[in-house]
């Protein structure tokens, strides 16, 4: 079974910055798109940023400049460091990775627990 593991959230003032982290553990032969998704209460979840194994990237308008998705094809964990936050960054943060099981193996989707960022003075 796979399993994501997410930790790093919490609260921070409005411009502050927070480190979130996503490893992915279980019987996997390899991990190929990781990404951040988030979402507020009352809003549907969205696309924060995603990272290939090669390590081209792409994340949503709204966070370019200040959010950099990063990760470690070693330790099969994925990162999301978040500066300038703001109060609408506010959500919570799911990690999500496609993933082999065997070589031969379709990558199948799985999802973190969620971990709660809360931006406020």
């Known amino acids: 079974q796979v399993q994501l593991v997410e930790s790093g959230g919490g609260l921070v003032q409005p411009g502050g910055s927070l480190r979130l982290s996503c490893a992915v553990s279980?019987?996997?032969?390899?991990?190929?798109?990781m990404g951040w998704y988030r979402q507020a209460p009352g809003k549907q979840r969205e696309l924060v940023a995603i990272?290939?194994?090669?390590?081209?990237?792409n994340s949503a308008d709204s966070v370019k400049d200040r959010f950099i998705i990063s990760r470690d094809n070693d330790k099969n964990t994925v990162y999301l460091q978040m500066s300038s936050l703001k109060p609408e960054d506010a959500a919570v943060y799911y990690c999500?990775?496609?993933?082999?099981?065997?070589?031969?193996?379709?990558?199948?989707?799985?999802w973190g627990q969620g971990t709660q960022v809360t931006v406020s003075s």
């Open positions: 279980g019987l996997v032969f390899r991990v190929n798109d």
């Open positions: 990272i290939t194994r090669d390590g081209s990237r």
């Open positions: 999500n990775a496609k993933a082999q099981r065997t070589i031969l193996s379709a990558s199948t989707e799985h």
